[in-house]
């Protein structure tokens, strides 16, 4: 069943946002999460007015609840939110289902 992993984050402030930016393509891009998520993306909110205040959001697909737990677990994974996301946000939420 797939799994859908979804993220989304309040930025400190615009410095934030592109270091942010940069990040997230080099996470996209990375051998370890790509052999496990379907699909990756991140971006900006379309309706700002609907956002409630949060400037970026992650959307990720995974084959089932197995994988989306290996990617979850990964060392690198773990780093990179520590690293890159913490440092950068204000607030975060994530809300992940299956369908």
Request: hydrophobic share 35%.
């Amino acid at each position: 069943m797939p799994f859908v992993h979804i993220v989304l984050v309040k930025i400190k402030n615009s410095e934030s946002l592109e270091s942010l930016k940069a990040e997230a393509q080099t996470f996209e891009k990375k051998e370890e999460i790509k052999n496990l998520a379907e699909h990756v993306t991140w971006g900006p909110p379309v309706y700002t007015d609907r956002a409630k205040g949060f400037d970026y959001g992650l959307y990720s697909v995974f084959k089932d609840k197995a994988k989306y737990e290996e990617y979850r677990d990964l060392p690198y994974h773990k780093e990179w939110i520590s690293s890159k996301v913490v440092p950068n946000v204000e607030d975060i939420i994530a809300y992940d289902f299956e369908y």
